[in-house]
C-alpha cells in the first residue's frame, strides 16, 4: 500500500522538479546578449584608448550614429522595405516549389529517379553562378532578383521535405491502416505530423539562405537594399555603414526565423521533446 502511495506521488515530484526550468527559460534572451554586448563594449573601449584608430572597424558608437543619421534621413527604412520584401516574394515562390517537389519525389519512386538526380546536381553550383545567367534572361530588375533568392531557398526545402517522407517510419502508417483510417484522414492524421518537423527546419534553413541571397541579388544593379548600402558603403570606404548593414541583416534574419518559429510551434505542440522537460 506504501509503495502504491509512493509511486502515485511521483508524477507530483517531477511536476515540481520541471517547474524552475520552465522559470529559467525567460533568462534565455538576456544570456544570449551577453556575447555580443561584452564584445561591442570591449572594441569601444580598445578604440577609445587610442589601442586601435577604428578606420577599419569602427566603433559600436560610430555605427550607431551612421544608423541613426540613415534613420533620421528615411533612407534605412526604404532599404530594409526593399529588401524584406524580395525576400519575402523569394522565400514564398522558393519555398512553395520547394515543398511540392519535396514531397513529389519523397513519395513517388518514379519521380525520385526522374527527377532527384538533376537537382541534386544543380544544387551543387554556387550562387554566384546563378547572377550572369538571371540577369541574361530577366534583366537586372527585380524579376532576377527574386528568382535567384527563390532558388536559394529552393533547395534546402527540396532537400528538408523529400528526406522527411523519405524517413517516415512504416510502422506508424501500419497502425493508422490498422485504425482503418482513410487515405485523407492517413496523410492529415499520420503522414503530416510526422514530416513537419523536419520540413519546419527546411524552411528555417531556407529563410536564412534567403537573407544570404538577397544580398548576391542586390548587388546585380539594385538602387535600393540593404546590399546596396554594402556596395556604396565599399565604394564610398565607409566601413561603418557596411557593418551597420551587416547588423541590419542579422537582425532582421533573427527576427524573421523567430517569427516563423513561433507561428510552426502551435503545429508542433504534440512532439514529447527531451528538451522540454529540461
Known amino acids: 500500500m506504501s509503495s502504491t502511495v509512493r509511486l502515485a506521488a511521483r508524477p507530483d515530484d517531477s511536476t ?3 517547474r524552475p526550468a520552465v522559470g529559467s527559460r525567460r533568462f534565455a534572451l538576456p544570456l544570449g546578449w551577453i556575447l555580443p554586448v561584452a564584445l561591442a563594449l570591449a572594441w569601444e573601449l580598445a578604440v577609445r584608448v587610442g589601442w586601435s584608430n577604428g578606420r577599419l572597424m569602427p566603433p559600436p558608437s560610430r555605427i550607431a550614429e551612421t544608423l541613426w543619421a540613415l ?4 533612407e534605412l527604412a526604404a532599404h530594409v522595405v526593399a529588401t524584406s520584401v524580395r525576400v519575402a516574394w523569394g522565400f514564398a515562390a522558393g519555398a512553395t516549389v520547394g515543398i511540392l517537389a519535396g514531397a513529389l519525389t519523397g513519395a513517388v519512386p518514379l519521380a525520385r529517379r526522374l527527377l532527384d538526380p538533376t537537382i541534386q546536381a544543380l544544387r551543387a553550383i554556387p550562387s554566384i553562378a546563378w547572377v550572369p545567367l538571371f540577369i541574361l534572361w530577366f534583366g537586372i530588375f527585380e524579376t532576377s532578383k527574386i528568382v535567384l533568392i527563390s532558388a536559394g531557398v529552393f533547395f ?3 532537400l528538408g521535405v ?4 523519405l524517413s517516415v517510419d512504416r510502422r506508424i502508417v501500419e497502425v493508422g491502416r490498422a485504425f482503418r483510417l482513410s487515405r485523407p484522414a492517413l496523410v492529415r492524421r499520420v503522414l503530416l505530423p510526422a514530416i513537419l518537423p523536419q520540413t519546419v527546419t527546411a524552411l528555417r534553413t531556407g529563410l536564412g539562405l534567403g537573407w544570404m541571397f538577397v544580398v548576391a541579388a542586390e548587388f546585380m544593379g539594385a538602387s535600393e537594399g540593404l546590399g546596396y548600402l554594402l556596395v556604396d558603403g565599399q565604394q564610398l570606404g565607409k566601413a561603418d ?14 527576427l524573421s526565423d523567430a517569427g516563423l518559429a513561433a507561428a ?9 521533446r527531451h528538451q522540454d522537460g529540461i
Open 71 to 74: 534613420a533620421a534621413s528615411g
Open 16 to 18: 515540481s522538479v520541471q
Open 264 to 272: 510552426s510551434e502551435p503545429f508542433l505542440r504534440w512532439q514529447d
Open 156 to 158: 534546402p526545402v527540396y
Open 241 to 254: 555603414q557596411i557593418v551597420g548593414a551587416i547588423l541590419v541583416f542579422a537582425a532582421l534574419g533573427k
Open 162 to 165: 523529400a528526406s522527411a517522407v
